[in-house]
């Protein structure tokens, strides 16, 4: 892949990741609770096309990303920048698997809504069945948090990382006076306090808001590093 290629990939796959993890999180609902199954199931159910959308852009996006990403290896010297590149590859795999638990609960929070609407009838077999897939909803829901509080930390991590690989290169962003190496530094640490501390003291919320801004600022590196690049 040449230049123009790797700045392409680079930028707009993580422009296409975050379109469809804003669809995913409106049709969610922003204020919705990790473990608010009934809300989470309702929401998915009577979005369930734009949930497939959502969760389409994000795994295509993500994936055309970290290919240019790891097409710039080389930029930096040292074993920083392979560490950093290797430990967001790995918290992208597992964000891309977690697309598919999120298919999951949209096909269950379909027949969750059909369910419901048949206990509110009085049908017995359909309040069993009801139960049943919010329990089912429920394992998965903890699985999804879990592995993306994982894969948090290993973005956190790998950013950091770059970032003090990238603070003794000479690379450049199209937004020439934010230095890469320290905003990706800074993009480290608060993915790794979010996923680490503000899980643990505050909530799994609190820290998915925070992330949040950790994602937008690798927007801005990803797009400020892959224009550059697709310039030459």
């Not at 009838?121 to 999804?144: L, M, P």
């Not at 230095?179 to 799994?204: C, E, K, M, Q, R």
């Amino acid at each position: 892949m040449n230049s123009k290629g790797t700045g392409l990939t680079l930028a707009l796959g993580i422009v296409i990741g975050f379109i469809g993890y804003i669809l995913w999180q409106i049709t969610i609902g922003p204020n919705t609770k990790s473990d608010d199954i009934t809300t989470i199931l309702t929401n998915s159910g009577d979005g369930s096309a734009m949930i497939k959308v959502a969760s389409i852009l994000i795994a295509v996006g993500l994936v055309v990303h970290v290919a240019g990403l790891i097409n710039t290896r080389g930029t930096a010297a040292g074993n920083m920048e392979s560490i950093g590149i290797i430990s967001i590859t790995a918290a992208i795999a597992i964000w891309v698997t977690n697309v598919g638990v999120s298919l999951s609960i949209a096909e269950m929070g379909e027949k969750f809504v059909a369910a419901m609407a048949g206990a509110a009838a009085g049908n017995a077999e359909a309040a069993a069945s009801a139960g049943n897939i919010g329990t089912a909803a429920g394992f998965s829901q903890a699985y999804n948090v879990a592995t993306s509080t994982m894969g948090g930390l290993l973005a956190g991590i790998g950013w950091l990382c770059l970032g003090i690989a990238y603070r003794g290169s000479d690379a450049k962003g199209v937004i020439s006076f934010i230095p890469l190496g320290f905003l990706a530094i800074i993009i480290g640490l608060i993915l790794i306090i979010a996923n680490v501390i503000i899980t643990s003291l505050v909530s799994v919320e609190a820290a998915g808001q925070i992330s949040g801004i950790g994602f937008i600022l690798i927007v801005i590196w990803s797009v400020s590093r892959g224009l550059e690049l697709s310039k030459n």
